[in-house]
């Protein structure tokens, strides 16, 4: 078997979210259909995704890995080379350049696998994972947003106040119980470690960047929906921390839409601490 990476992109609109569902038309579902038709297989092959992302939302540097007989990997060049393997100096490294453009020949155009490669020993795209990079992306101009860009920003209706926002989003950073904040699920924790939470103003747009090491279901959009009343000035800048700290989902606390949030990058360690991290998560 041969584990290979994916390094994708996508724009999650049109999709209801990355898993696969029965008859809704899903990122993982397209994914898995185009390699099962480039690599001819009579079932699609699973893929393992390093964050799940909810319907409408997007991801620029989405990761999974998928694993494959390298006897497979003949299909990918029969056309041409009659399935000589003998001319490839490896059978499956030679192969991915190949790969990568029949599944953008297969794909559609809101999902793109940019770049496969062999995984290395012990990764996992999911456990593997050192911390998640996410954006979320706002803007308050008085006469509404870039109607260009109205699917990855949205509109806030309310001046907001960036020092207000840093304040109270510096307050939820280190390791706690986020279930004021999470979509509780049977048997998941809700503890994870926020390790950055600020904001930036671009002008009428105003950018979140949230890293952790893992999140739960709803999890980023709950903490950008408790802010944004206090960037306002409609809430105190403790509010936030005050619903942390009760530990129990607060009805008060408000999930922002999905199209302002983007996945922009997974991380990983090196080496052999790939395997010890997947143990470890």
Known sequence: MVRLRLDLAYDGTGFSGWARQPGRRTVQGEIEEALGKVFRLPEPPPLTVAGRTDAGVHARGQVAHVDLEAEAFGALDS??????????????????????????????????????????????ARFSAMSRRYAYRVCDAPGGGDPLRRHEVVWYPRPLDLDRLNAAASALLGEHDFAAFCKKREGATTIRELQRLDWVREGDLLVATVVADAFC????????????????????????????????????????????????????PEGEALARRAALT
């Open 79 to 124: 056309r041409h080379r009659g399935g000589q393997d003998a001319v490839l100096a490896d059978p499956v490294a030679d192969r991915l350049p190949t790969l990568i453009r029949r599944l953008a020949g297969i794909l559609p155009a809101d999902v793109r696998v940019h770049r496969v490669t062999v995984a290395p020993e012990g990764f996992d």
């Open 217 to 268: 279901h709803s999890m980023v959009r709950a903490l950008v929906g408790s802010l944004l009343p206090v960037g306002e000035g409609r809430l105190p800048v403790d509010w936030p921390q005050q619903a942390l700290t009760r530990a129990v989902r607060d009805s008060a606390v408000h999930v922002a839409p999905a199209h302002g949030l983007c996945l922009e990058e997974v991380r990983y």
